[in-house]
Nanobody, 115 residues
Framework: QVPVVESGGGLVQPGGSLRLSCATS????????MGWYRQAPGKQRELVAT???????NYADSVKGRFTISRDNAKNMVNLQMNSLKPEDTAVYLC?????????WGQGTQVTVSS
């Protein structure tokens, strides 16, 4: 079992910012594509952003220009900087590591955007 551990969730007002972090093992981090997904109440789990081991990024249209995914290779960690948060961003955010169809999931961290 490979641990994938998220942190950084919380309650913020609309327009605010939050940074999520996800840590995993060195070996998995070095070859897997890392990603963030989110699950809102009554909604399907959706892709938020991904970053490959080579640093290529991909974002959902709904977060482009507001969210930034990055890798900290020294710490085997991926971060998601979330700016200009909206109420519709409220969800459980889950970290994912994927390689050739094999996936590991974190337990999730709650992000709530509300005034």
């Amino acid at each position: 079992q490979v641990p994938v551990v998220e942190s950084g969730g919380g309650l913020v007002q609309p327009g605010g910012s939050l940074r999520l972090s996800c840590a995993t093992s060195r070996i998995i981090f070095s070859i897997y594509t890392m990603g963030w997904y989110r699950q809102a109440p009554g909604k399907q789990r959706e892709l938020v952003a991904t970053i490959t081991s080579g640093g290529s990024t991909n974002y959902a249209d709904s977060v482009k220009g507001r969210f930034t995914i990055s890798r900290d290779n020294a710490k085997n960690m991926v971060n998601l900087q979330m700016n200009s948060l909206k109420p519709e961003d409220t969800a459980v955010y889950l970290c994912n590591a994927e390689f050739l169809g094999h996936r590991y999931w974190g337990q999730g961290t709650q992000v709530t955007v509300s005034s």
